[in-house]
Structures are given as structure tokens and as C-alpha cells.
């Protein structure tokens, strides 16, 4: 196993047969001792059981000492029911653990609607609770993984004045990614001591420059949810301006890479739309223009063909709701301008593109005008695959 947690983090997985029998479905991180929360959320109005209740932990408590997340059930659109059984679970791991129940936060990916299934809950916890320290990052990322065609997980460490710390993030979601906020599911823990609400607001500026930046399927899931719990195992403080700014630049760049992991495992994904947007005339305009590109069913499925059919780029511009003058608009696909002043340029470089697109990652440059608003984003093609899982997702 490698340790790759930050000190005083212990992980266990157990098989509870939620959906398919033979892997671990159910994950527990525990730390040795009180964590500094800090959470984002989807803004799905239909918000998942655990949803509800990590909402309720972090605005209530703003700490807590373990992560409980499972595989296979979803306990979205589940009402009272589901937050019950919700609780219950919450209060069974505590029992186990000696911990108290709003110390630990709940999160579920699976089928919505189905009910917890509590008999099997209530055979796994005593195993699950046992097996902690028997797992690393990949381990517990495992035991949350539904259609994930590989585990996203990611470790750093890092040098701040006091000494050495530890960040990892660990992650799942292939398909219903379209995040609000965060990605599916999402825990980032660290080493480090720092205060409550300045952890929050770094991870609130570093999942918007990250995760809200990638999409698979446009789709926002109910049960979206991003932790960071901070618990200082390290002693190692991150408190000063030059300390802070090192620890937000490290952590946004970890929750970067596992977030280009998500995109790069969009469901039935082969490559990744880099997608960058310039010359708007302000940052919400060019956010609005790259995500209608990367949203563009037409798009992803061009991309998928290797088919160089930037109009379809164009178009989505066009329809995005931003105020621009086309004439102003140019675009460059895999580095190679198709469209310049109103009309196509670089017919001749056509057989040079269809060669180009055959690579994994496929850069579109868009420049809408003269003015200050830039946005990057990230997207996935889409393929037959994509179909094919999600029309047998419950089968």
C-alpha cells in the first residue's frame, strides 16, 4: 500500500454488495483528530440525503473527523426516508468509531430514487471500520467509483516556513458531470493548520478555477460535493500571506489534475476539447461562450470523428447569448485559424487539421473581439460509449 494520506488520516473500504458483488463499495477516512471543514455543493435543486446533511455539518459545526461515502445509491429524490436512513448510518459509524455522529459527512453516488438498502449497511460498518488503515488514496477512491473507467486521485507534498505538508485529493465521476460548484463527488484533505474561514474561502476561489471549469455531459448531478478537511497533523501552520498563497496555488493545482482526470473519463471519452476564449468584453461573457462550445452535443460528436467542422464552433458561439460582432470573431483549431473576419481562412490546411484532430487533446482558441474577458474550459468528445452506458446505467 502506498501511504500517500496526509499524516493522522486512516482509510478502510469494505464490499457491501450495493450493486455489483466482488468490490468495495463503501469507503471511511477517519483523522485522529478534529478537521477544519470547508465544502462546496451543487446547486441542483434537488439535493441528495447526504447533500443536505454536509450543508447542515459545515453551517453548523464547520469541523469534522471522517468521511463515510458509498457506492451503488444515490438517497437522492429519497425524502424523509432518505435522510433518516441517512442518519442512521451516520449514528452506526459513529457507534463503531467512537466518534459523534455530525462528525462524520456522508456521501452517496449511484441510481436516484432507490432507498438505502440498511440491512446491508448494518452488515458491512463493523468490517469497514475495521479495515481502517488498510487502504491509501486509491483504495478509498475505489470503494466510491461507479462508471470510472480508473480511479482519479492525486498527491503533493509541499514546503511552507514551518515545514513539510501533505495535500490529496481523491475523486469520482465519468458521466452527470457538469459542475455548479464541484465535481460528483470529491474529498481533498491536507496536513496543514490553517484557519477555518480562510481555508474556505481559498477552496471556494480554487474549485472555481478548477472543477467549474469542466464538463462531460452538461449534466449537474443531485448529489455534486467537493470537502476539504484540513487537521493540522502536520503542526505545521499555514497562517502567513506568503504561507497561504503557497498552500491555495498547491491545492489549485491539485484539484486541476484530478479534474482534467475527470474530462479525460468523460463515459465512452477519447479526448479532451481544450477550449480557451479572448477578446471578450467581460470574464462572464467569455465563461458563457466557452461553455456553450463545450456544451454543444454537435461539437463533442465532430471532435469525436476527427471531423473538422469548425462551424459547428462558430454556431455555438452564436447562439451562446453574448452580445459580439461576428465580424470581430476569429477561431483556431488544433492551432490552425479556419475562420477570420466573417468568413473561413486556411481552406488549403484542411488535410493538416484531420491529422491533427487525431490527438487526444484538442485545442480551440476563440477570440472574440478587443476586450479583457478570457475563460478556459475543459470538455469531453462524445461517443457511441456514452450512449450505450447510459442507456443500460440500471441494467
Known amino acids: 500500500m502506498n501511504n500517500d494520506l496526509p499524516k493522522g488520516f486512516r482509510a478502510g473500504a469494505a464490499a457491501a454488495n450495493f450493486r455489483k458483488p466482488g468490490r468495495d463499495d463503501l469507503g471511511l ?14 446547486q441542483n435543486l434537488f439535493k441528495a440525503a447526504p447533500v443536505q446533511i454536509c450543508q447542515e455539518i459545515l453551517a453548523s459545526y464547520g469541523t469534522a473527523r471522517a468521511v463515510l461515502a458509498n457506492a451503488g445509491q444515490a438517497n437522492a429524490c429519497t425524502g424523509e426516508e432518505g435522510l433518516a436512513n441517512c442518519r442512521e448510518t451516520q449514528r452506526m459509524a459513529a457507534e463503531l468509531t467512537g466518534l459523534e ?17 440498511m440491512d446491508l449497511w448494518r452488515e458491512t460498518l463493523p468490517t469497514l471500520v475495521q479495515s481502517l488503515g488498510s487502504r491509501d488514496a486509491e483504495g478509498f477512491t475505489r470503494a466510491f467509483m461507479t ?4 480511479p482519479k486521485f492525486a498527491s503533493r507534498e509541499l514546503n511552507l516556513a514551518g515545514g513539510t505538508v501533505r495535500l490529496t485529493v481523491m475523486a469520482k465521476g465519468a458521466g452527470m458531470i457538469c459542475p455548479n460548484m464541484a465535481t460528483m463527488l470529491c474529498v481533498a484533505l491536507t496536513d496543514a493548520a490553517v484557519e477555518r474561514q480562510q481555508w474556505q474561502a481559498m477552496f471556494g476561489r480554487a474549485v472555481e478555477q478548477t ?16 470537502l476539504g478537511l484540513a487537521n493540522g497533523a502536520s503542526a505545521v501552520e499555514a497562517s502567513s500571506p506568503a504561507d497561504l498563497a503557497l498552500l491555495e496555488d498547491a491545492l489549485t493545482a491539485i484539484l486541476a489534475q484530478v479534474a482534467h482526470m475527470l474530462v479525460k473519463d468523460g463515459e ?41 467542422n469548425w462551424g ?23 492551432g490552425i485559424e479556419r475562420f477570420r473576419q466573417g468568413q473561413p481562412v486556411n481552406d488549403h490546411l484542411e488535410p493538416e487539421l484531420t491529422e491533427a484532430l487525431k490527438a487526444d487533446n484538442i485545442p480551440v482558441e476563440i477570440c472574440l473581439g478587443s476586450g ?3 475563460y478556459s474550459f475543459q470538455a469531453s468528445d462524445l461517443g457511441h460509449e456514452y450512449v450505450s452506458l447510459n442507456a443500460d446505467y440500471r441494467s
Do not use: W
Open 312 to 334: 459547428r464552433i462558430i454556431t455555438a458561439v452564436g447562439y451562446s447569448g453574448i452580445r459580439v460582432d461576428p465580424a470581430a470573431v476569429s477561431l483556431k483549431l488544433c
Open 101 to 117: 455522529a455530525h462528525e462524520i459527512l456522508p456521501l452517496s453516488t449511484g441510481v436516484i430514487g432507490p432507498q438505502l438498502k
Open 372 to 374: 479583457p474577458g478570457s
Open 29 to 42: 477516512i477517519v483523522s485522529d483528530r478534529p478537521c477544519v471543514l470547508a465544502g462546496m455543493f451543487t
Open 147 to 150: 462508471t470510472d473507467a480508473f
Open 211 to 226: 472543477f467549474n471549469r469542466v464538463s462531460v455531459d452538461g449534466d449537474t448531478s443531485t448529489n455534486d460535493t467537493i
Open 268 to 308: 465512452g471519452a477519447k479526448k479532451v476539447i481544450h477550449i480557451t476564449v479572448t477578446g471578450a468584453p467581460t470574464e462572464a461573457d467569455a465563461r458563457t461562450a466557452a461553455r456553450s462550445v463545450g456544451h454543444s452535443q454537435l461539437v463533442k460528436t465532430a471532435i469525436y470523428g476527427g471531423d473538422a
